[in-house]
T-cell receptor, first 112, second 115 residues
Framework: DAGVTQSPTHLIKTRGQQVTLRCSPKSGHDTVSWYQQALGQGPQFIFQYYEEEERQRGNFPDRFSGHQFPNYSSELNVNALLLGDSALYLC???????????FGPGTRLLVL | QQQVKQSPQSLIVQKGGIPIINCAYENTAFDYFPWYQQFPGKGPALLIAIRPDVSEKKEGRFTISFNKSAKQFSLHIMDSQPGDSATYFCAASKNSGGSNYKLTFGKGTLLTVNP
């Protein structure tokens, strides 16, 4: 049973560029949440997708957007990258109506 | 506003010791409290979780103690091993309607278990 997978594992971008990160949820899960984890900090909630719609959003600007596909996989897009966007981006999956979230290994984004 | 406060920031114990990590929350609507373990370069892994109707939960060497009136909960690691050296995060979530949960994390505790 495959767990949550994310790609790519590492990414280097320059300021102003755009980036797309990808996530495949754990088998049987239909809900995907994205978190940003800055160095030395706890993960911060970006948004959650269910039934291909954004269901809830944290305190992140509109530069952060996402998408969920019919197979429940998801993408996180960040436009106009800033140096402060450098972080580990984590995807977590869950089954709707349950609180338990399982995290993927993350994508390490470095913005130069 | 930090809704989940975690302490200490770092902790060093000897093998076999019992490290205790504490968390306090402000929002009484929180109804699910998980603990995650994270190794460098990896994603957080769920260790154990508790709901406020239970005062203690034990899974293997990990125990959560929960004090609803004080709005505090803690993680105890029995017979700690060097392999337990990692960063530990407490978190909390509430049902935001429509079975819609998001996790609010503490800032983490870096645990070092010396051999």
């Amino acid at each position: 049973d495959a767990g949550v997978t994310q790609s790519p594992t590492h990414l280097i971008k320059t300021r102003g560029q755009q980036v797309t990160l990808r996530c495949s949820p754990k088998s049987g899960h239909d809900t995907v949440s994205w978190y940003q984890q800055a160095l030395g900090q706890g993960p911060q909630f970006i948004f959650q997708y269910y039934e291909e719609e954004e269901r809830q959003r944290g305190n992140f600007p509109d530069r952060f957007s996402g998408h969920q596909f019919p197979n429940y996989s998801s993408e996180l897009n960040v436009n106009a990258l800033l140096l402060g966007d450098s972080a580990l981006y984590l995807c977590a999956s869950s089954w709707t109506s349950t609180e338990t979230q399982y995290f993927g290994p993350g994508t390490r984004l470095l913005v130069l | 506003q930090q809704q989940v406060k975690q302490s200490p920031q770092s902790l060093i114990v000897q093998k076999g010791g019992i490290p205790i990590i504490n968390c306090a929350y402000e929002n009484t609507a929180f109804d699910y409290f998980p603990w995650y373990q994270q190794f460098p370069g990896k994603g957080p892994a769920l260790l154990i979780a508790i709901r406020p109707d239970v005062s203690e939960k034990k899974e293997g060497r990990f125990t959560i103690s929960f004090n609803k009136s004080a709005k505090q909960f803690s993680l105890h690691i029995m017979d700690s091993q060097p392999g337990d050296s990692a960063t530990y995060f407490c978190a909390a979530s509430k049902n935001s309607g429509g079975s819609n949960y998001k996790l609010t994390f503490g800032k983490g505790t870096l645990l070092t278990v010396n051999p």
